[in-house]
């Protein structure tokens, strides 16, 4: 349901009386029931402003996109970002002073691809994971081991596949946007470099981009299920015995399956190769067409930096995730035993954050052709260098001063 602050659907403005002026804030619909309470309550608890919370379905990408231009937007808002354009734009507000202190607390992977320029831009409200679970039991009857590179990964896939089961889902459109980048990742690359560059124009990635193929090409792939790769309906109802999924899903798995499963990155292919997984967060930032900007930030700064116990609550009352803070992740005791505890210790070792130099235009075209080689059997290496030449344009875009 959305909520806002009396008819007005962005920010309210003005002053409330005792507590200070009005901040709109903003979040995507958590599908997590008790979410958009604990929100509320946060929100209400605090004593400076009068906060209006408001839950946004829909595109929410697209909808604070469009608000950011506006003066109808929101004060403070959550955001798979901010993007580089917004950035570049002066859309969003310098948010590195409020982490005096505290920054090497938050976890490197995710905050980095909300910083440019040596400046933070939002914070980090929790990690998010990409994970293959798999079905031990399935694995056991047909004496396959978990896979420790992406060639087992194939076999096993194959191995497990019978007339009711299939090895392996990786979303109904055969993989390329649940895995996107991260084989890339696995091969020992990546797609962008430290300095801005391409980082797959080698002979690795079409290697690993053909592997992928072959999984299609066998028929191990479960394709057309009642829910995509986000929940994990498929894996826990037995039509697959493994499934590219997301951290959110492991309590629903284990109230399921109880022990019966286990969590590993993509694994490694090739000699230069390793285990990769994506990491990412949505974080906490102020518009700068606020008229409130600075309240805006002190209230970021008390909820999601000072507010301790709630960024814990946050992140494992709900859903299932890890806090962004290192010191509140090693602390969490629902992340310290079995399948959990081995995603917290594979988002430190293999975790990979998308660039924010990755831009929606480079994302879009590796995408394409990655779902021509899986789908279509495009030759890899040919799509790659198209690929390649749109990316190098878009990193020569990003690099030019606005």
């Known amino acids: ?145 978990p896979p420790e590179s992406l060639d087992e990964l194939v076999d096993a896939a194959k191995a497990l596949t019978t007339k009711n089961v299939k090895g392996l889902f990786l979303g109904n459109d055969g993989g390329a946007g649940a895995l996107g980048i991260t084989p890339l990742y696995a091969a020992g690359l990546s797609s962008v470099t430290a300095d801005g560059e391409v980082g797959f124009d080698d002979p690795a990635a079409a290697r690993t981009l053909g592997k992928l193929r072959r999984l299609y090409a066998d028929k191990s792939l479960l394709l057309g299920a009642p829910a995509d790769w986000a929940d994990p309906s498929a894996f826990v109802q037995e039509l697959t015995a493994m499934q590219w999924c997301g951290l959110w899903a492991l309590p629903a798995v284990k109230k399921e399956l109880g022990d019966d499963f286990g969590v590993l990155a993509l694994p490694a292919d090739g000699p230069d190769g390793r285990p990769a997984l994506p990491v990412g967060s949505y974080g906490a930032a102020v518009s700068a067409r606020s008229d409130h900007k600075k309240e805006a930030k002190d209230f970021l700064k008390w909820l999601w930096i000072d507010k301790t116990e709630y960024q814990e609550d946050f992140a494992l009352s709900y859903g299932f995730h890890i806090p962004a803070r290192l010191s509140l992740a090693k602390k969490a005791g629902k992340l310290k035993e079995g399948p959990a505890a081995d995603a917290v210790r594979y988002s430190n070792e293999y975790g990979y954050a998308e660039p924010l130099l990755w831009t929606p235009a480079s994302r879009t075209a590796y995408q394409d052709a990655l779902s021509r080689v899986i789908k279509s059997g495009a030759d890899p290496d040919s799509e790659l260098k198209s690929v390649v030449r749109t990316v190098r344009a878009e990193l020569a875009r990003a690099r030019k001063k606005p």
Request: hydrophobic share 35%.
């Open 1 to 145: 349901m959305l909520t806002a602050c009396g008819s007005n659907t962005g920010r309210g403005g003005g002053d409330s009386g005792g507590k200070g002026p009005r901040l709109a804030q903003w979040y995507h619909q958590y599908g997590e029931a008790g979410t958009e309470q604990a929100v509320k309550r946060y929100a209400a608890a605090y004593d400076k402003a009068d906060v209006a919370v408001q839950w946004r379905p829909g595109n929410y990408d697209e909808q604070t996109a469009a608000a950011l231009l506006t003066d109808s937007g929101p004060d403070v808002f959550e955001v798979n970002g901010p993007s580089l354009d917004q950035i570049r734009g002066g859309q969003v507000v310098d948010l590195t002073d409020l982490f005096e202190g505290v920054r090497k607390d938050f976890n490197p992977a995710v905050l980095a691809p909300k910083t440019y320029d040596g400046k933070i831009w939002a914070i980090p409200q929790v990690v998010d994971m990409h994970l293959l679970y798999y079905r031990k039991s399935l694995l056991d009857d047909a004496g396959v081991r």
